[in-house]
Structure formats: C-alpha cells, structure tokens
C-alpha cells in the first residue's frame, strides 16, 4: 500500500512538472485547449492545465531572412531576365500567423514573385537595371500590406541579383567598353590641352621676361652714356675753369691747340687743316727756333 500511494506521489509530481513550461526572450507559444485557441504565452514561467491545454506551436519573434531563388520576369521592351530576391521578415502577431494561412513562407515567395513580375513588367531594361531602390521600396510597400493578415511584417526587401540575357550583358560590355575609351579619350584631349596651355603661358613669360631684361640693359646703358656724358663736360668745364683761373693768354691757347693737333696727327693723319691764326702762331714759333739756334 505504501508502494502504491508512493508511485501516485511520483507520477502526480511529474505530471505537475510537466505541466510547467518556461517561455525564453524573443518566443511565444502558442496554446490550445482541447484544441481550440485560448492564449499566447510570452517570456517567463507558465502552468498549463494537464490533459486539456497543450503547447500548439512555439514562434520565434525575431527578424528572419527568406532568399528566394531567381524569378525569371519580362520587363517592357519584352527582354527577359532573372532576379532573385532577399527578404527580412518578422512576426509580430503569433496567432494569426498560426492560424492565419498555412504554409506562410511558401505564400510570401510565391507573393513576392507575382509582385516582382507586375513592377519590372512597367519598367524598360535601362530602367530595371537603374531603379533598384524603387523597386525595394514598392515590394517591400505591398508585400508588408498583403502580409498584414498574416501576422508578417516585411521589413525589408532587396534585390540580390540582376542576371539579363548574354547578348544583352555582351550589348552592355561593349557600351561600357565604349564610354571608358570615350572618357579615356576626353581625359588624353584634356591633358593636352592643359599641357598646350601651360607652354603657351610659359613661352609668353619668357619672351616678357626676356624683354623686360632687353629695357632694362638699355635703359641701364642709356644710363652709363649719360652719366659718362656727363662725366665728360664736367671735366671739360674743370679744365676751362682752371685755364680761365691761371689766366693764360692767347698765345698760351694756341701753343696748346698745337700739341692738339700734333697728337691727332701722330702718324694716322694724311691731311691736317690748321686754322690761320694758328698757322701764324706756327711761323714765329719756327723764327724763335732758328734764333735760339743761331
């Protein structure tokens, strides 16, 4: 009898134990009593009923991320592509998405497709391949308001990858090929423009330069003329001034406008004109020779 009511104690205690269910951060469970929905629980420590209450599904609330694989779509100028999409999703009511449509991740997928399809459909290949953030941004908009029923928020959606057809992306090569040599091109024009600029700028400076030092030799010259000019008369003013102070006569004058003349002509002149009055001058210095002589 003991044993008996022991095993009871036992089973008893492991039914109450049982019966006792932790809910961890960032989790809900989902119970149902003799299959119906009757509560959510959140984080921290729960008794549910034995036998009656059960735990349905346990739900993750934190941000997911679904990669779909590439959808092939058709854009307007009728090129089809492929692109494969990332999406960031989150649950944010655990009962509806419990209850509110089997297979939620299936459904957003298949969604997200049909919603790509309708925006690339309005959109021509330039356009697809430029307008990414627009396409981001008009997916995420309808995709988070169809998935409102669903208890899914959709955080965000991005476009992991644009493949277009091989001719298209050979097209494509080229024409970028094209503009780099084009860029290349105006880049090399450019350069040597500038570089035929700055020569121009320098001959110029240099030939101002050398002008500039031309006026200033000229000037410096025109300078030294002048001052040896100058220097030139007032010597002879000095000399004039010093004769005119000795008081010399005029026979002194012409005795010394000869030795002038002699050294003007000491053996370069063929022809000497000597003025009369000098000439006279000459004759009685000849006579007073020859009596100093006699």
């Not at 984080?43 to 349905?56: E, N, S």
């Not at 959606?157 to 001719?167: G, H, M």
């Not at 020569?199 to 040896?228: N, W, Y």
């Amino acid at each position: 009898m003991p044993f008996v009511i022991g095993s009871i104690a036992v089973v008893l205690l492991v039914i109450f134990v049982s019966c006792i269910k932790i809910v961890p951060q960032a989790t809900t469970f989902i119970v149902e009593r003799l299959g119906a929905y009757r509560c959510t629980w959140g984080t921290g420590i729960h008794f549910k009923a034995p036998f009656i209450d059960r735990v349905a599904k346990k739900i993750t609330l934190k941000e997911k991320v679904a990669d779909f694989p590439p959808q092939a779509v058709i854009t307007k100028d009728n090129v089809t592509m492929q692109i494969d999409t990332v999406l960031f999703y989150q649950i944010v009511d655990p009962k509806l998405y419990t209850y509110g449509i089997e297979r939620p991740i299936s459904a957003i997928e298949n969604l997200s497709a049909t919603t790509l399809r309708n925006i690339i459909g309005d959109l021509e290949l330039d356009q697809t391949l430029t307008s990414r953030d627009i396409i981001n941004s008009k997916m995420r908009e309808l995709l988070d308001e169809a998935t409102d029923p669903w208890g899914i928020k959709v955080n965000r959606v991005e476009l992991k990858n644009i493949i277009p057809p091989r001719e298209i992306q050979v097209a494509m090569e080229k024409q970028m090929k094209a503009e780099r040599e084009k860029r290349e091109s105006i880049l090399i024009a450019e350069g040597q423009k500038e570089s035929a600029i700055r020569v121009a700028e320098g001959e110029k400076e240099s030939a101002i330069l050398r002008a500039e030092a031309k006026k200033e030799a000229a000037i410096r010259e025109a300078e030294g003329q002048a001052q040896a000019i100058l220097a030139i008369q007032e010597a002879t003013a000095r000399g004039l001034q010093m004769i005119k102070d000795v008081g010399a006569d005029q026979g002194l004058i012409a005795i010394k406008s000869l030795e002038a003349f002699e050294k003007a002509a000491d053996g370069k002149a063929t022809k000497i004109i000597i003025p009369s009055e000098i000439q006279g001058l000459a004759g009685l210095a000849t006579s007073v020779k020859e009596i100093v002589k006699e």
